[in-house]
């Protein structure tokens, strides 16, 4: 799948390009075989099929597994800022099952941004039905993607 990068808010291209390939290396990611389909700095599209390998005991699409799609949204929006950032609490409901052979679309977006947490809602739906919603606060480090030294300083001052 080719990126198609949302509104960068200014990202430079050729960081944008480097956290772009970076995301694409995402280990679960891959082993859900799942896509990254946008994103861009507070927001992120990624989408995986249901596996019968993703049911639980009684053959519908395990919770886990839509937890981990929405964790790897809200984790590139996070990240796209180019500032290291890792969830520190995520709240899931669960509003409809999951078959195999469904196609689930987490979109996360962020809610708030300050200089230290980020805040962010997701939204899991399969066609226009929404299956589960959350929503996640992460810490933001004070490292920088590919080192500081990479960004702006005006970019690291905002972001």
């Known amino acids: 799948v080719?990126?198609?990068?949302a509104k960068t808010s200014g990202l430079p291209n050729e960081r944008r390009e480097r956290l772009d390939?970076?995301?694409?290396?995402?280990?679960l990611l891959e082993q859900l075989q799942g896509e990254l389909l946008e994103w861009g700095p507070g927001m992120a599209v990624?989408?995986?099929?249901i596996q019968v390998a993703h049911t639980n005991f009684l053959g519908g699409g395990h919770g886990g597994i839509?937890?981990?799609l929405g964790d790897i949204a809200m984790s590139f929006a996070s990240n796209g800022?180019?500032?290291q950032a890792v969830a520190t609490q995520i709240d899931i409901?669960?509003?409809?099952a999951v078959q195999p052979?469904?196609?689930v679309v987490a979109t996360a977006t962020e809610i708030n941004r300050s200089r230290r947490f980020g805040h962010h809602g997701v939204e899991l739906v399969v066609g226009n039905r929404l299956v589960a919603s959350a929503t996640g606060t992460t810490y933001r480090t004070d490292e920088w993607h590919f080192g500081a030294d990479q960004w702006s300083e005006e970019w690291r001052a905002k972001h």
């Open 21 to 27: 390939a970076l995301f694409r290396t995402d280990p």
């Open 101 to 103: 052979g469904d196609l």
């Open 81 to 83: 800022y180019g500032r």
């Open 93 to 96: 409901s669960y509003h409809r």
């Open 66 to 68: 839509l937890f981990s």
């Open 46 to 49: 990624v989408r995986a099929t």
């Open 2 to 5: 080719i990126a198609v990068p």
